[in-house]
Structure formats: C-alpha cells, structure tokens
Nanobody, 126 residues
C-alpha cells in the first residue's frame, strides 16, 4: 500500500525557517515527479513546488521562488521542502504528492497527481 507521510511542520515566526519532509513507502517513486502543494483555510489547494525524477529543473510558484527549495533523495524515497524567510501568508496545510501522469503533463496541476500525503500544518506568526 502506497503511503506518503509528511513531517516537519509547526509554528514559526515570520522570517524563520522550516524544513518539511515526505517519506514514501509501498513503492519506489524515483522515476516520478513529486511536488508540494498547500491549502489555506477557505482557499483552494495551490501548487508550491515540484521536481522531476532526476532532480533537474525544479519549478516553483512565484510566491515562494527564491525562498523555498525542493529536493529529493531517491535512495531514501524522500522529498524535502526547505522554507526560508517565511511569511504569514505561507500559513497552510502542506501536502506532498506523486505525479502520476506522463512527462508532458504539468507538474503544477494537482489533478495530475495520484498519491497524496495527509498534510502537515505550517503556521507563520507575524
């Protein structure tokens, strides 16, 4: 059974940092793109960052570019999101996900992801 488990969320002051991790089990995802999404109360789930299987050409939402870094360790079947210079508007539940469509499908569209974690809460205080 495929399982994605996020960790590393918490409460941090504005300007602080957090590192999220996502541990995958049940199968190997080294050949799949993976991504991070977030959902704030009353808002739709939105794309944060994604990374292809080889780790090349990561993509970011404009709102996090330059502050967040996505990385993966295929040997350990894990995905990470380093979040620096956090802002109150980054407050949300963060989800990791595995892209289940082909390479020509956008990694920014949550509908192209077939496996999701349960989410981890990130709260940034002002």
């Amino acid at each position: 059974q495929v399982q994605l488990v996020e960790s590393g969320g918490g409460l941090v002051q504005a300007g602080g940092s957090l590192r999220l991790s996502c541990a995958a089990s049940g199968r190997t995802f080294s050949s799949y793109a993976m991504g991070w999404f977030r959902q704030a109360p009353g808002k739709e789930r939105e794309f944060v960052a994604a990374i292809r299987w080889g780790g090349a050409s990561p993509s970011y939402a404009d709102s996090v570019k330059g502050r967040f870094t996505i990385s993966r360790d295929n040997a350990k079947n894990t995905l990470h999101l380093q979040m620096n210079s956090l802002k109150p508007e980054d407050t949300a539940v963060y989800y990791c996900a595995v892209h289940s469509k082909g390479i020509y499908y956008s990694t920014r569209d949550p509908q192209n992801y077939g496996y999701w974690g349960q989410g981890t809460q990130v709260t940034v205080s002002s």
